[in-house]
């Protein structure tokens, strides 16, 4: 929507806010710069900023080579600057643009504006009762929904968290300058503070010196829920009541569901990272019930005093008599527990604080007793009664549960409806451990744990690596069946160091669920996961360390071959009687699948990867119905497109009907955990934008698929997957070409995960989505979200189907969500930066040819995209996105070239075997950083 049509549509002038507040920020960046390092550099900040923006107007081929003059000529300690200074802009503008996004909403919740996208929670809930829908049906689909999302650890965040704090805090600034009741000072005073964080930001590196442990990454992804979420989910579902009280439905959310769950990867994804052992394992799982603790004894001490009810019900008296007395013991005497409030004495005349302080002891002793273990403190944590050491949520939400039938049987209903709802939903979400701990590995390591120990075994045994899959399954099923145990307590002898890992994170996996809690871990999930004995070979290893409760196990589906073959997988599965009675008994008759939309793109092409990803949910939901199995799709998101991102409303919308099922798994990741998570409104919006796709997509499916759809889709992802693999697999020199025209090879030195890039040595197929993706965006290719989407566009054509993609575009969920993703990706694409690139970093004249054949595609695929879409300009159909990426696009195009003289300088340093200057390094990190804010897209 333009400016024109903004200021008719809204009572309010919503482009003047952003605007002053990107050039307030641009104007404090570039003061500080100058205060820093000096006219020179803010004056050549400002040539560099006027080029490129007089290039970015005219696209001329004269002003382009003026700038690469200009960056070429500057010393690099001035360009590391300029470049810093870009970066910062970047990451400033993402703040002023969430901001925006926050004030545009606010504005509509007030009556004073439109809004383009209806996701809101009463919106949905009117919408859905002008359908035809109950209030009725509407509030029970939505009490028994659940949404898990799972925080990860791959190294998609480029900016580091010193940064991001103070970018937070900037925000939050913005916000209160917003408010209309400010006095003079109290503007000035924000202004002071706002140039504080702002001479903060600039004085802290931006470069990440040393690469991140696994430790650091599980405790940022706590750090995620203690900052924001852990207020938000309860806020957001008091928001969600008073929408449902609008629609006739009173009492709001019930105590006892679970809306939101929310689980993390860091310190449990061991798949190709060598760093996460089980001792990580064991560590992450104690920090997070440390964390939890020390939350839940701030609210609880909160709630004690809020609640100085001098009555209470009968039966809560009662309740009261038969608590015990938390004791720590040492040497046989009781030790006194202090608190900042009612340490000594609760009176009996207030029964709610005495409930409450008996929690208090046990969470208190809780906390001690994990921080004793991670600071292997184990004298200390040998003096707590483990009796007394809270191991379920049901142990905390017993006594909560009492405190509110007595205030509901007395009739203060709001004041439980008050705090103690916001703690038992907190329970509810979050546990004993914040988050849920995920384990995964790849199906080869475990394939090497069963080899070893079945040439252990040995007499007469055959070694795992040389059965069949149909002996594998026999094997395997028989042991299930059996009771006797294939590992010695002592170990396998002579066994390589990765099997002795693979046994100890099986050995501690069954330690954490006896000795601190069933629930502390999520799902174990095998990635590359091929045939059916994949699954079985876990679950024969799980029992051989005999858990409390198995961890459920989740097959990955990341590639083609995987996708298509995952029906005869769950089948195989399936007709094992110990599996179904397993998934009976341990795990509700519920089986979770994994599937990867990163592994998948890169192997096929998005298209392929879409739809194959598409026509395999459908299947595999078939056969679990087929055996009454209730399926559920954990569903392996990246940031990017190229990896199954965008907006989320989107793609759950755009899922196969009897797929998602009131449950939604789903992996956030990198700079999207930031976006959806990085303020308190925005957790806000994040949780009801899910909360209300979800329920939309199970009321109202899109299920008018046409046949006539099918087929085309059909044949257009075999057309595109033939013609990707015949440039990615089969083009001679491809490999060499990606590895000189991207950074790729140089991507390590960022230091932004703990995870290596490659599984092992070899081509494009051993590469990680994350770098394959990030790289070609580096370079502004974007190749691997477009290639073979023309090829595909222009053969339906060519067969008379030009007007039915039209109305699939018009009418199917799943094709406009596909189709406008990737137009998306498309505007962020330039061949004229992609072609300096070849220039300057590829070697080989005749590797040109490649690039040249590349860049001539990407033009012939926008064209065919936009006929598609009908856009006359990319991202017609979507106006914001299209002003937001139009107000970057020239602070990206020097930081391409800053990004290319580095990486010559840097590549030439190699050739004569020396390290290249630290301030040459120095500038690409940053470039690479700038490029990735200002794309807003990483891996």
């Given at each position: ?288 019930r440390f964390r939890a603790a020390e939350l839940f004894l701030e609210a609880i001490e909160s709630l004690m005093f809020d609640l ?632």
């Open positions: 929507m333009n400016s024109s049509l903004m200021k008719r549509v809204d009572s309010v002038d919503f482009t003047s806010p952003l605007q002053a507040n990107v050039e307030l920020l641009t104007s404090l960046l570039v003061s500080v710069v100058e205060q820093h390092c000096g006219e020179a550099v803010a004056g050549a900040f400002e040539k560099v900023r006027t080029l490129s923006r007089l290039y970015d107007l005219t696209h001329e081929e004269k002003h382009f080579e003026e700038l690469w003059s200009l960056v070429q000529e500057l010393p690099i300690d001035d360009l590391v600057k300029i470049c810093s200074t870009f970066s910062n802009l970047c990451n400033l503008t993402n703040i002023a643009d969430h901001v925006h996004r926050i004030r545009r909403r606010r504005a509509y919740e007030r009556g004073e504006s439109s809004f383009l996208l209806h996701y809101g929670a009463a919106e949905t809930f009117e919408y859905l009762v002008k359908a035809g829908f109950t209030p009725e049906e509407i509030y029970r689909n939505l009490c028994n929904q659940t949404i898990d999302m799972v925080l990860t650890a791959h190294p998609t965040q480029s900016v580091r968290r010193s940064l991001l704090s103070k970018l937070h805090s900037i925000g939050m600034l913005l916000i209160e300058l917003d408010r209309n009741d400010l006095t003079p000072q109290e503007r000035d005073l924000l202004h002071m503070r706002i140039e504080a964080e702002m001479n903060a930001l600039w004085r802290t590196d931006e470069v990440r010196r040393s690469r991140p442990k696994p430790e650091d990454e599980a405790r940022a992804a706590l750090n995620v829920i203690t900052s924001t979420v852990w207020d938000s989910v309860p806020r957001f579902l008091r928001l969600l009541d008073i929408a449902l009280r609008k629609i006739g439905i009173e009492g709001g959310i019930p105590l006892d569901c679970r809306p939101f769950v929310f689980s993390s990867w860091a310190g449990g994804d061991r798949d190709g990272n060598p760093n996460v052992t089980a001792q990580v394992t064991w560590e992450t799982v104690l920090l997070n100085s009810l001098h009555y209470c019900s009968p039966e809560l008296r009662k309740y009261i008599q038969t608590l015990p007395e938390p004791q720590l013991v040492e040497k046989g005497a009781r030790i006194s527990l202090i608190y900042r409030e009612f340490s000594h004495h609760v009176p009996p005349s207030e029964p709610y604080r005495q409930v409450l302080a008996h929690v208090r002891d046990r969470v208190r002793l809780t906390r001690d007793y994990f921080g004793a273990l991670l600071s292997q403190n184990h004298a200390l944590a040998d003096q707590i009664d483990p009796s007394i050491v809270l191991t379920h949520e049901e142990e905390l939400l017993e006594p909560l549960r009492q405190i509110y039938a007595s205030l509901l049987a007395e009739s203060d209903v709001a004041v439980a409806r008050a705090g103690l709802t916001d703690l038992i939903r907190r329970v509810q979400a979050f546990g004993l451990s914040l988050l849920r701990l995920d384990i995964r590995q790849e199906a080869s390591m475990h394939t090497e744990t069963m080899d070893a120990i079945t040439r252990y075994i040995g007499g007469g045994l055959k070694p795992y690596t040389e059965m069949t899959e149909a002996e594998r399954m026999a094997f395997l099923s028989e042991t299930l069946q059996g009771r006797r145990p294939l590992i010695p307590r002592d170990g396998i002898p002579d066994c390589s160091a990765a099997v002795q890992e693979v046994l100890r994170t099986f050995e501690v996996c069954a330690k954490i669920s006896r000795e601190i809690s069933t629930t502390a871990l999520g799902a174990y999930v095998i990635s590359m996961c091929m045939e059916p004995s994949d699954v079985l070979c876990v679950e024969v290893l799980q029992r051989e360390f005999a858990p409390k409760r198995p961890q459920r196990v989740v097959p990955l589906l990341e590639t083609i071959g995987a996708l298509q073959k995952a029906t005869e997988l769950l089948t195989s599965l399936f007709e094992v009687p110990w599996y179904r009675e397993h998934l009976r008994s341990d795990h509700d008759n519920v089986q979770e699948v994994m599937i990867g939309y990163s592994d998948s793109g890169k192997d096929g092409g998005r298209i392929t990867s879409a739809w194959e990803l598409y026509l395999g949910q459908e299947r595999l939901a078939q056969t679990a119905r087929k055996y009454g199995v209730h399926l559920r799709f954990f569903h392996g998101r990246g940031g990017t497109v190229g990896r199954g991102g965008g907006p989320q409303h989107l793609a759950i919308m755009s899922q196969p009907p009897d797929t998602i099922n009131k449950y939604l798994r789903v992996t956030i990741q990198g700079e999207v955990i930031q976006q959806d998570f990085g303020m308190p409104a925005l957790a806000d919006r994040t949780l009801e934008t899910f909360t209300t796709a979800v329920l939309r997509q199970e009321l109202m499916p899109f299920r008018n698929v046409h046949p006539k759809w099918r087929e085309i889709m059909d044949r257009m992802s075999h057309v595109s997957c033939e013609h990707y693999r015949s440039i990615v697999y089969k083009q001679p020199n491809f490999v060499r070409y990606f590895r000189c025209a991207t950074p790729e090879p140089e991507l390590g030195i960022l230091n932004i995960g703990s995870r290596p890039q490659k599984r092992r040595e070899g081509g494009v197929e051993t590469l990680r989505a994350i770098p394959w993706v990030f790289s070609w965006s580096q370079n502004r290719l974007q190749l691997p979200v477009w290639l073979g989407i023309g090829d595909a566009i222009e053969d339906a054509i060519e067969r008379g189907d030009g007007d039915t993609l039209r109305k699939m575009y018009l009418e199917w969920p799943f094709f406009r969500s596909f189709m406008d993703l990737i137009e998306m990706v498309l505007a962020k694409a330039d061949t004229h930066i992609a072609a300096k690139y070849d220039e300057v970093l590829v070697p080989d004249p005749d590797m040109h040819a490649i690039g040249s054949e590349l860049r001539r595609r990407l033009q012939h695929t926008i064209a065919l995209v936009m006929r598609v879409s009908g856009s006359r300009r990319l991202l017609d159909n979507d106006r914001p996105q299209q002003r937001a990426i139009d107000a970057r696009r020239p602070w990206l195009t020097p930081m391409n070239l800053a990004q290319v003289r580095a990486l010559k300088l840097m590549r030439t340093a190699a050739a004569q075997q020396s390290e290249p200057e630290s301030n040459v390094t120095d500038l690409f990190v940053i470039s690479v950083k700038a490029l990735a804010a200002g794309l807003q897209n990483t891996g």
